[in-house]
């Protein structure tokens, strides 16, 4: 689509390798719920935005990081300039007043959602401009498994912008669906918060060698990354 659009990247991955700990079907069942609802919510609401989905293969620990780069990258080829970054589970309740709008700093979307209060949270949905995720250096790189790269976003965006815009109550409730994490998920191959803003950029060479162009019915553009094995499997 035109230059000036919104797109949502949207990171998915449906199950791990690792025995008693894989998990197959939640995540697809989450994707299969979260697109019509979104496109309904925003038909309400009077918006429109691109659907990126990015979809990292069973092996290997999650690097939600790496994907939102990679879907960052394409988005802004493809002449996004408002990026909102969307976990799959993350559903804005049917009453907020959110339209997706773009904003003038980057944003925390998902800002009351139950249970995930932290004063460093900006997990769930985040929205930030094309220049201003440049200007952050893009995602970290480094954390595998589950969190990590979100908490170092926050520092990301104190350490540029001063503070961290938040969406009011009213449009800023959502509720995140069901799922159980697997050990790939809760442990973390590097644990560690970097505020240097030294990560690669999304375009870095390395990182968009191990993405490929897919087809996923539905979404405007999907891409599959290539994830390498871990001495755990997962």
Known sequence: RGAGSVCM?????????????????ERARHLAFFLPYMHHYLAERGGSANFILVNQTARGYFNKGVLFNMGADVAMEHGC???VFHDVDAIPLDTSTNSYEPTRKPT?????????????????VLARSEIDFIRLNGYSNSFRGWGGEDKDMYYRISTVFGEVTRLPEASGGYKLMKHRRTLGERLHAIHHVNIGLSEVLPNEESVRKRYAIMSKDGYDLSLIHISEPTRLGM
């Open 9 to 25: 990247i949207v990171p998915f991955r449906d199950s791990c390798q690792g025995g008693s700990q894989s998990v197959v079907g």
């Open 108 to 124: 925390h979307l998902s800002s009351y959602v139950q249970g995930l209060e932290q004063a460093d949270f900006v997990g769930g």
């Open 81 to 83: 300039t408002y990026l």
